[in-house]
């Protein structure tokens, strides 16, 4: 939307921190012409401002004309050493209208990042000054020699080039990509998907555009900082954490008629989180613990509303609080982009239910099930985290720490093996001790030297055993007894018959 002028294009000619980065059609060297220009980019260099320079702009109060990005950036954030980083900003993208929503400003942008990081053209370490020597210019030699009228449009002989590969210009060192324009959705999120990230929206609107200007930044891939690579936004990830929960306390008062849509893009929250995440066991900057962010009663206000006993209004002030703390991503809860929008509008910019209505195109009972759905996600986290509480109050029993052996259990088994072998052993043989008491003493040796077979073939034992006399087997008193008995009872029978 906006036209340079011949002016303009003389006011770029004389500045030289301005350059002009040319996306070109193919190119066929064979031809003697000019290929076709589809996108051309204008861009500023920026930045390595001294800090004694930044302190007195602090003190003072203003800052100076030119180094847009830096200056701001130090009013924001209070940094001093951010101004002597050296940085470009991009002026301004033109498209040809024939090559309109093409990609051919995507593309330009993304080669001109990979140019400043050095992936098209070598940066050397030693000095930063170009290298590009202009040729001597005859213009003035030629226009001697004819009058304009005479003159003949020609290419000129030794001119210098109207356009230089970047293959054949060394890039600046540079930190940093910004660009600085008026706030619309279409502009935010084209510079969005470059992967610029903001850090600087003005909170009140200009008088001619009625937009808010806007300043994002993209870091570079540069030796200078130590960063960590997982990141995509490096040394700049802090101050944008610190712009997103700035402008999310803004959304009541400053920004309460944006569009809830451009204020989503601004904040990008993350709304989608995995399993382990959403279990609490990861350490990722989450909220831990109730105390002090919610009450008991809160909690039980948020059960009651989730279990359609109370009306949304007893639970609106916990709608505030819900909301600043999922958009800055310290409850894991999985939303949609309806749910989550519905937060914003209601949480964090405080909007009544008849604007959310005109902004989504929803009704109001829609607007109602949305709520019940998000503030059903919300209280079963917050309600694992009080059962996590709960449980940690109470005294637990030492865990007792398994280390492995260093034999093995096929070895272990073999050794207990052989042990068992050796006592049934051990058992099995005659043990000297037990036999001790059936030895041969003194008088039975001398038994059994006697023992021994004479010549004459008779052997005489000792004892000390004495005989008694055997008298008749027949003669018996108890025999005699019973043959007394027997006479008798016969005798008895007779007298009887």
């Not at 910004?178 to 969005?192: A, I, N, Q, Y």
């Not at 400053?254 to 279990?279: C, G, H, Q, R």
């Amino acid at each position: 939307h906006y036209k340079n002028s011949p002016n303009d294009l003389q006011l770029l000619s004389d500045a030289p921190a301005h350059h002009l980065f040319v996306l070109l059609g193919p190119v066929d060297e064979s031809k003697n012409q000019l290929p076709d220009i589809l996108c051309v980019v204008q861009v500023c260099l920026e930045g390595q401002i001294s800090q004694k320079s930044a302190i007195k702009s602090l003190r003072d109060g203003h800052s100076p004309h030119g180094d847009q990005i830096p200056w701001k950036f130090c009013e924001q954030f209070r940094n001093l050493v951010f101004p002597t980083y050296s940085g470009a900003r991009i002026v301004r993208i033109a498209v040809h209208p024939n090559a309109m929503k093409m990609g051919y400003g995507s593309a330009a942008v993304e080669l001109l990042t990979r140019y400043f990081e050095g992936q098209l053209a070598s940066i050397s370490e030693g000095d930063d000054e170009l290298d590009v020597e202009a040729p001597p210019v005859r213009v003035t030699e030629a226009a001697e020699k004819v009058s304009l009228l005479e003159e003949q449009i020609k290419p000129r002989t030794n001119l210098p080039p109207l356009l230089v590969p970047l293959r054949d210009r060394r890039p600046e060192r540079l930190h940093y990509l910004g660009v600085s324009f008026g706030l619309t959705l279409d502009l935010f999120r084209f510079w969005r998907k470059q992967k610029f990230a903001p850090f600087y929206i003005s909170q009140i609107p200009s008088a001619v555009t009625g937009e808010h200007t806007c300043m994002l930044l993209k870091p570079l891939s540069n030796d200078d900082f130590e960063v960590n690579e997982s990141d995509e936004l490096g040394f700049f990830a802090p101050f944008y954490k610190d712009f997103r929960i700035r402008f999310s306390k803004l959304l009541s008062d400053k920004f309460k008629k944006m569009d809830y849509k451009l204020a989503m893009s601004v904040l990008n929250p993350k709304i989608n989180f995995t399993e382990v995440d959403s279990s609490g066991s990861s350490a990722n900057g989450f909220l831990k613990k109730l105390d002090g962010v919610f009450s008991p009663y809160d909690m039980e206000r948020l059960r009651a509303y989730t279990d359609n006993l109370v009306d949304f209004n007893l639970v609106y002030d916990l709608c505030k609080t819900l909301a600043h703390h999922y958009f800055q991503e310290k409850l894991p809860v999985t939303l949609s982009y309806v749910q989550a929008s519905v937060l914003l509008c209601l949480g964090l910019q405080e909007s009544d239910f008849s604007s959310i209505e005109r902004q989504m195109q929803l009704e109001r009972g829609q607007i109602h099930s949305l709520l019940l759905k998000v503030a059903k996600k919300l209280y079963k986290y917050l309600n694992g985290l009080a059962t996590k509480e709960i449980e940690s109050a109470f005294p637990r029993f030492k865990e007792r720490v398994l280390e492995p052996h260093n034999v093995s259990v096929d070895e272990d088994l073999r050794e207990a093996a052989k042990e068992v072998e050796e006592q049934m052993r051990a058992k099995i043989e005659l043990d000297p001790e037990l036999l001790e008491q059936f030895a041969i003493g003194g008088k039975e040796a001398e038994a059994l030297e006697m023992s021994k077979i004479s010549s004459s073939g008779i052997i005489s034992i000792e004892t000390t055993k004495s005989y008694t006399k055997v008298k008749p087997s027949g003669f018996d008193k108890s025999a005699k007894k019973r043959g007394n008995d027997k006479q008798s009872s016969r005798s008895n029978k007779k007298r009887r018959s």
